[in-house]
């Protein structure tokens, strides 16, 4: 179990009746149900038995609302008609498949739904908020530094959640219930000091006006400089800013003001609380204010103005849904607001490229009559076209003081930072200055030697701009290109009505879907979130997210994955993740995160670029002497002309250099590898990991459901007791086995369903179900132990049966009753279709890939030997510690391991190895403990190493040219050869010309095919 319950609320001895306590009576209707579980008494809280707290009361409330009956309200009661102080197993198994997900990702059940079901929550009293629920992010942990006691809890109280992931793959079974129905779904936070206050807030803010690395390290020091902000990631290329804000200390809207005036960048806030969904609504003009939480239903957590006309309203979903938040508004509002189809980072950019669009048109308007004056042969006096060019260069020169002269100003004053837009600033006030003193001197009849150039300015001025646009056109065209939110659909076909044959459908936009909703999805069309099919057979095209070209069969209980496209059938579902919160969300939420993270090579391009302004200050100083020298001691000019020449020389060194490209060299490469490694279904959480990949040099899979496929099948069962207690037993073993997600358990479930010899009760309750990491299961069952596990655990590896079965290269599954052998299970699996391949190609790269199991070695040899794994490389019978222990071997060697296995009980070995990689589902994306998630199977491998390949291919070129273009560039704006320089007008241009290759280079990943080594 992800949560184990050895020190819960309701640890120690606690007997599952005593799970809620209840009144049926009329008088006592209107009470409110109290969960034993929350005990204000009890020292930690949030376990299973929350759970079961939830279920109990759930299924009293179907009771008294004469559901019995429906297909979806399964009731067990005994011969009185009624059920007992538990919940019948129906609704315990429904609330484990919706609410499991709360104790993966250790949150408060008690707040988030215990509370909206009228139950008296363990936290209440404690917390702030009731909404204030922390979510759990994948903690991306030292390497060097491995900390596998990392443990969460929830705001106000303690949870001893103990995250156990250290299940032997043999037959170590997972009892967690990972199950794809939570209502919440995954949700995606950053774990924080609990301590720092209970006002804690997630916040993300849409920036716009970055333009380099450069702008976001200003940003990130902006944030890091308040007391209240912790936990920042910033991502100039995305254009937004995470992190956590202690709002008790300072508010969120005085922190933008901050933000606004120190950096000089426009900070809107997009969103904070990962556990609420939020609507945009149009209101009348005027009538923002009058929009309050304390005006709307109860579930509403928060109220924002968006524009007049516009509020955005979040709200917990498990409260209210969005119908119905929407009905509750009533005549305040005329609907939703137009939805914006593209990625939110992808929007603020296209505005930010309009914007700059705008102002390269403005000033090259106003540029061109100043070069046509300057270098065009006109019958205009010299006086006019000085005038002339005086007025309209300076309409350019006012359109560069809220481009460069403010942020370059601001950073100067607020963060004592001098950054590349000083350079742009220095060059063109130095140019324009000294043009309008020569036309002073002009109009004076006392011309200076070097008349004015107004053209230098405005050309430099546009030509700046015109690279700054072409380098957000590029941003836009790869963010778009990348990514996945781009699949969510924007409508949905709504079944109205409770029995799906007589249902109505009604189109509705795919915000207004809410928990509880089933969907049509016609023949042809795009699924618009996550669900589980109800009716209905047909094939999903799931490439978009997996990778894999094949359809997938979807019948009766199969999962849906948003964004992915139905086939020739239609399909009826019962939605289980709501649209912004689905495996689309999920995954793109990912992939930004991983590419706000700063891998090593990040920190020296940050370096660099630090030095940068400071070194060209230095060096354009330097020419602005020499050439005044050489003036006036070799070529004996005039101490004006002297001037004149030596400020040109300048001019041209400071407007020629750029840092961009270094500040672009790794964020931009690594957003594009992070989306084209997603489109394939490789996804990438930690960019170190992208850096690391490409050393690779062993790698270690785990056998079963990663070598092989993860559907075993039971092809022998051997039963050891009385015919007449066979029935009574399977009973027992399919109870033990049925919730749990190991391949063996899911198997030997499956396989004893297809015999319909689990379909009675178990005479018996088995309780205190619990999982033996690396060995097995276990449960009491009246005054015996039960147990299903390995045979090395169960100490029956002698036995004649068990022997025969291991011999025959079978994996067992042993059932014990008080350390006597009652049943043997059998089982074999196939090597998955790609195992070959991949690792034929990883082989002839030169990486040895081994594989380590808990399995008998006459399995695992038997399996290495199909797929060509020599044998030197085979470790058989691992516990998870065994397996983490071969990964450390290899890596105190010097190698660099890339572990790979399903993560059923390798979570050891993954966090362990240098590049940790799990194959797991769509649903296993954000509760992976691993580095990469491969949603369509082994290839993933080849294709991570692909991309970090390609990654660190491009990076290194990228800051090749980026010193090879500032040197050489330089050297000629500074006149260092003879005949050839750049003159000041088009140095403008070293711009586009330093960065464009950059985001060429990274965009040219986009061309390679993936199954070549790019």
């Known amino acids: 179990m992800a949560c ?41 809280h949030c376990d299973e038995t929350c759970i079961e707290s939830l279920a109990a009361y759930e299924c009293q409330k179907a009771c008294d609302d004469g559901a019995a009956a429906v297909d979806e309200h399964v009731h067990e009661h005994g011969d009185d008609g009624r059920h007992g102080a538990v919940a019948c197993s129906s609704h315990l198994r429904l609330a484990f498949e919706r609410f499991s997900s709360y104790l993966e990702t250790a949150q408060c059940i008690c707040r988030s739904v ?14 702030a908020s009731s909404n204030a629920v922390l979510g759990h992010a994948h903690i991306h942990q030292d390497k060097d530094k491995l900390d596998l006691d990392d443990t969460s809890s929830c705001s106000g109280h303690d949870h001893d959640h103990d995250h156990d992931h250290d299940h032997d793959h043999d037959h170590g079974h997972d009892d967690t219930h990972s199950h794809n129905d939570s209502p919440a779904g995954i949700i995606k936070g950053t774990a924080v000091d609990l301590e720092k206050s209970a006002g804690h807030e997630h916040i993300l803010l849409a920036v716009s006006g970055m333009t380099c690395s450069g702008c976001g390290n200003k940003l990130s020091k902006a944030l890091q400089e308040s007391p209240a902000v912790y936990n920042v990631k910033v991502n100039f290329v995305l254009g937004n800013a995470e992190f956590d804000l202690d709002t008790a200390h300072t508010g969120l809207d005085a922190l933008i003001d901050r933000l606004d005036r120190l950096t000089g960048f426009r900070c809107v806030k997009a969103s904070s609380s990962a556990d609420d969904q939020h609507l ?10 009058n929009v309050t939480v304390e005006s709307l239903p109860a579930g509403v957590t928060q109220v924002d103005t968006l524009d007049p006309k516009t509020v955005r309203i979040a709200f917990d979903p498990l409260a209210i849904g969005a119908r119905d938040l929407l009905q509750a508004m009533g005549d305040r509002t005329s609907g939703l607001s137009p939805l914006n189809h593209r990625d939110p980072a992808a929007s603020a950019g296209r505005k930010r490229l309009y914007a700059m669009l705008y102002k390269t048109t403005y000033a090259a308007l106003l540029t061109i009559p100043v070069l046509v004056l300057a270098w065009g042969h006109t019958l205009t006096g010299q006086r006019t076209k000085a005038i002339v060019s005086l007025v309209l260069a300076t309409g350019v020169q006012a359109l560069a003081v809220p481009e460069f002269y403010k942020p370059a100003i601001t950073s100067l004053i607020y963060s004592r930072v001098v950054e590349m837009d000083m350079l742009v600033v220095i060059s063109i006030t130095a140019a324009y200055i000294y043009s309008v003193v020569a036309v002073g001197f002009n109009l004076a009849d006392k011309p200076l030697a070097t008349p004015e150039f107004f053209e230098t300015s405005t050309l430099l001025i546009t030509l700046v701009l015109f690279g700054r646009l072409v380098a957000a056109y590029a941003r836009i065209r790869a963010v778009e290109a990348v990514s996945t939110r781009s699949l969510q659909p924007a409508t949905a076909l709504l079944l109205e009505g409770a029995v799906a044959a007589s249902s109505q459908t009604r189109e509705i936009d795919a915000r207004l879907l809410q928990f509880g909703d089933k969907f049509l999805v016609s023949p042809h069309c795009t699924i618009p979130t996550d669900g589980r099919v109800l009716e209905g057979t047909s094939e999903v095209d799931e490439s978009m997210l997996t990778g894999e070209s094949l359809p997938v069969l979807k019948k009766r209980g199969a999962q849906l994955i948003a964004g992915t496209i139905n086939g020739s059938g239609s399909l009826t579902a019962l939605l289980t993740r709501l649209p912004g919160k689905n495996t689309v969300a999920e995954i793109s939420n990912l992939v930004e995160e991983a590419s706000s993270h700063k891998p090593r090579v990040q920190d020296l391009a940050d370096k660099v670029a630090g030095w940068f302004v400071p070194v060209v200050t230095v060096a354009a100083s330097i020419v602005l002497v020499v050439w005044l020298l050489v003036c006036l001691l070799v070529r004996h000019q005039a101490a004006g002309g002297a001037i004149g020449t030596a400020i040109t020389y300048t001019i041209a060194v400071f407007a020629v250099s750029c840092p961009c490209a270094v500040g672009l060299a790794v964020p931009m490469v690594l957003v594009v590898a992070g989306g084209i490694a997603a489109r394939a279904g490789v996804i990438i959480k930690s960019a170190e990991s992208t850096e690391r990949a490409h050393r690779v040099t062993d790698v270690v899979l785990d056998k079963t459901g990663t070598i092989t496929t993860a559907d075993l099948e039971v092809v022998e069962s051997v039963l050891l007791q009385p015919p007449e207690s066979h029935q009574d037993t399977l009973s027992l073993i399919s109870a033990l086995v049925r919730d749990n997600k190991h391949p063996v358990s899911i198997a030997v479930s499956k396989h004893l369903a297809s015999q319909d010899q689990n379909q009675d009760q178990p005479s018996q309750r088995l309780e205190n179900i619990r999982t033996i990491p690396g060995a097995g299961v276990e449960c009491i069952v009246g005054t015996s132990t039960l ?11 002698s036995h004649p049966d068990v022997s025969r079965l291991i011999t025959n290269g079978m994996t067992t599954l042993c059932i014990t009753r008080n350390s006597t052998l009652i049943a043997v299970f059998g089982l074999k699996n196939n090597p998955r279709p790609e195992s070959v391949r991949v690792i034929q190609r990883l082989q002839s790269r030169g990486i040895p890939v081994h594989v380590v199991s808990g399995d008998e070695t006459k399995a695992v040899e038997e399996i290495a030997l199909a797929v060509g794994i020599s044998t030197a490389h085979i470790a058989a019978r691992q516990t998870p510690s065994d397996k983490q222990a071969y990964v450390t071997r290899l890596m105190e060697q010097g190698k ?7 993560g059923t009980n390798d979570a050891v070995a993954i966090t362990q190895a240098d590049v940790g990689v799990q194959i797991g589902s769509s649903s296993d994306v954000s509760r992976a403990t691993a580095d990469v998630v491969l949603l369509g199977g082994l290839e993933g491998v080849v294709v991570l190493l692909d991309v970090s390949r390609a990654s660190f291919r491009r990076i290194v070129f990228n800051f090749v040219w980026s010193a090879l273009y500032n040197v050489f560039a330089i050297l000629l704006a500074a006149g260092a050869f003879v005949y050839v320089r750049i003159p000041p007008a088009y140095a403008g241009l070293g711009e586009i010309v330093s960065v464009l290759p950059v985001i060429l280079a990274a965009l040219s990943m986009f061309w390679t095919r993936r199954s070549q080594a790019v």
């Open 114 to 127: 215990i509370a909206s079901h009228s139950l008296t929550p363990c936290c209440a009293g404690q917390a």
């Open 4 to 44: 184990g319950n050895k020190s819960g609320c309701c640890a120690g001895e606690k007997k599952p009746s005593a799970a809620i306590s209840y009144s049926s009576s009329a008088e006592d209707a209107d009470a409110k149900v109290t969960a034993a579980c929350c005990d204000p008494e009890a020292d930690e």
């Open 896 to 902: 660099t391991v890339l572990f790979c296995g399903d």
């Open 280 to 289: 945009d609504l149009l209101v009348p003009a005027g009538t923002a204010s």
């Open 787 to 797: 147990r299903a596990g390995s045979a090395r655990w169960l100490h029956v590896q």
